[in-house]
């Protein structure tokens, strides 16, 4: 009897298997193409999308506002004083140094001895003396024809009165004798003139100068210091040769220069501060005077301005200035408006519209909104808003190019 045969069913379900697996496969690849351009279109759409301008802001806030020219000036000394030599004559050694103290009327300036006559040379000492012979002998010439002028006027005159000659021959001997006289005082001058010569070089020669003439002393005109020592050694000089400057450092003003079209609207009184003199405190000063006349001058960019100065009084004590002298640099910045409470925005958010308009970018729900606005003052750093924002609103400071009307924005963050 033969034994029942045994079905083995594996092999054929291990076939199905292998066999649907491929046909999932196959399935899996028909779909790779359309995942691979679901990635790629998904990919392009991303690049492409329009993404929020990254953008600076500023709020609209309420605080105070200046508005000022800020130029570079320096000190000067009120009154200065340059003492100059009064006569010719031999300067002495000055003994006062730049900085010395002195009192007005009292302290001694210089010291100036009169100068010796030069001294004549044999031959210049024989042609005086011929000088001094020959207006001698013409002035007894002269004396002589006033002599004989004078008795042939008598004569004439005793001949007149007895009819014996014409008047016009009595006006001529007038003429004559008048004439004489002052031929006769000419030559008496230059006889004293020609003795003078011979004296001065006999007491040239002779030294007897020496000590008839006395120095003459200069005192200071004012009370202040010694600014600057212009004759420090001993020389000859002559009159008006500048010997030194005195001024009272205590006593200072500033000269500063702006601009001629920032000069025109300047007024006296305004308030200027100093700063960047060499202290930390901000020096005081009041505008006093714009010159009126403006100068032209070569800026460091090479181009001509036309400038004028400004001269302002410096009131801060001079306890507070440290060593401020005459000559120093100092920054000036002169207030020409300014408020305490003002509704601003950096000046960089602003842009023209239109010739006389002014706008700014917004920022409304996440997008940039161009606002027309009434601006007031500027400093160049803030301006002041008068119309078109409120408090907290926030403004797109340099926007350029980037940023139009209603795009996507968002606000770097520091």
Sequence with gaps: M????????????????????NRGNQRARQWLPYLAGMLLVGTLVFALWPQPVRVETAPAVWGPLRVSVNEEGKTRIRHRYVVSAPVAGHLRRTALKAGAPVEGGVTEIAVIDPLAAALLDPRSRALAEARRDTAAANLEKAREAHSFASSELRRFEALAREHAISPQEL???????????????????ALRVAEAELAVFGTAASGSDQGTNSPLTVLAPATGRVLRVFEENSRAVSTGTPILEIGDPSDLEVVIDVLSRDGAILDSGTRIEL?????????????????????????????????????????????????????????????????NRALKVPSGALFRKQEETWAAFV???????????????????ETEIRGGLQEGDRVIVYPGDRVRGGNRVRPMTY
């Design 275 to 339: 700063e960047h003199w060499g202290g930390p405190e901000i020096l005081e000063a009041r505008l006093r005077l714009v010159e009126p006349a403006a100068f032209t001058k070569v800026s460091a960019l090479g181009v001509e301005e036309q400038r004028v100065n400004v001269i302002a009084d410096l009131i801060t004590p001079p306890a507070l200035r440290g060593h401020l002298g005459d000559n120093f640099h100092v920054e000036a910045r002169i207030i020409v408006w300014e408020t």
């Design 363 to 381: 920022i409304e729900n996440g997008r940039a909104q161009e606002r027309r606005l009434e601006v007031g003052r500027s400093n160049g750093i």
């Design 2 to 21: 033969e034994p029942p045969k045994s079905t083995d069913s594996r092999p054929a379900s291990a076939s199905a298997t292998r066999s649907r697996a």
């Design 171 to 189: 006006e001529s001997a007038q003429w004559r004798q008048a004439s004489a006289s002052r031929e006769e005082s000419a030559a008496e001058s």
